[in-house]
């Protein structure tokens, strides 16, 4: 495990590293001390938080660096699981650079897999029992312990992976009548909205040799007596003039003749 911490008033990080044994103990021949020394420092904070916890929970000998590397290392077997492994599988890397050197497979045992080695599945599962769920207040049902027919075997994982093609592709024609529709309507319908009012104006102008007017008629749910004998009369006077040629004579409610209009002179337009 490394530890890595950066002070305000420094450029360059710090690191230490510590090591640990299959069992999960602290290795001290791998680890020195001061390095130790440090982390426990650094992270004196929420050591005694965690220590808090457990002592809440009544656990006996707790100790900070075993919960980590129990949490670090049950992840990493549990997630080779996952993908059907049993053992790690790397290259070939320079120690100074980081730099791959080969990417031939280098492939190693597993002796240390927590799943496979019934050892450590007892001294891990035990760890689980007595320590983690305690802490974390959880439960779980109980594990068979490990043997031969009961333990973890390497499988075939199938990866599902979503991404975008970047593969130019000739679509259908059909597929691309229907994207230029979808795309052009707007323009489409305003076309044909213009096209369809000038070739009702063309039409007016050609039968009636005049303007094209368009009449709008307004007709409230509910008017009066007056209003309803005033528009009667104003449509037959525009139903008259409608007649090619014809002479048109309108009477107004109050009984006075109006005046004889000609088609041909006056465009009559229905009231609003």
């Not at 320079?94 to 001294?123: E, K, M, Q």
């Not at 320590?131 to 990866?159: M, R």
């Amino acid at each position: 495990m490394s530890v890595n911490y950066l002070n305000q008033s420094t450029v360059a990080g710090n690191q230490m590293r510590i090591a640990f044994l299959p069992t999960g103990q602290i290795d001290t021949t791998l680890t020195s001390p001061s390095d130790l020394s440090a982390a426990n420092a650094v992270l004196a904070p929420t050591i005694q938080l965690v220590e808090q916890f457990a002592n809440a929970s009544n656990i006996p000998n707790f100790n900070f660096w075993e919960l980590m590397n129990w949490m670090f290392v049950s992840q990493y077997w549990a997630l080779l699981a996952d993908f059907g492994q049993l053992s790690p599988t790397t290259f070939t890397y320079n120690s100074s650079t980081g730099t791959v050197i080969s990417y031939n497979p280098v492939s190693y045992s597993s002796t240390y897999n927590i799943f496979v080695n019934d050892t450590l599945f007892d001294i891990y599962y035990s760890y689980l029992l007595n320590t983690v769920l305690p802490l974390f207040g959880a439960k779980l049902p109980e594990f068979s312990p490990l043997n031969q027919t009961n333990q973890i075997s390497a499988s075939d994982v199938s990866l599902k992976l979503l991404y975008a093609c970047t593969d130019l592709q000739l679509k259908s024609s059909q597929s691309l009548v229907v994207s230029v529709l979808v795309a052009d309507w707007a323009f489409v319908s305003t076309v044909f909205a213009v096209a369809l009012f000038l070739g009702s104006w063309y039409e007016q102008l050609r039968i009636h040799d005049g303007l094209y007017f368009v009449h709008f008629t307004l007709i409230p749910g509910k008017f009066c007596e007056g209003c309803k004998k005033r528009e009667d009369e104003m449509v037959a006077v525009w139903a008259a003039s409608r007649a090619n040629s014809a002479q048109v004579t309108g009477i107004e409610p109050n009984g006075k003749e109006l005046p004889q209009v000609h088609e041909r002179e006056a465009g009559l337009d229905m009231p609003g």
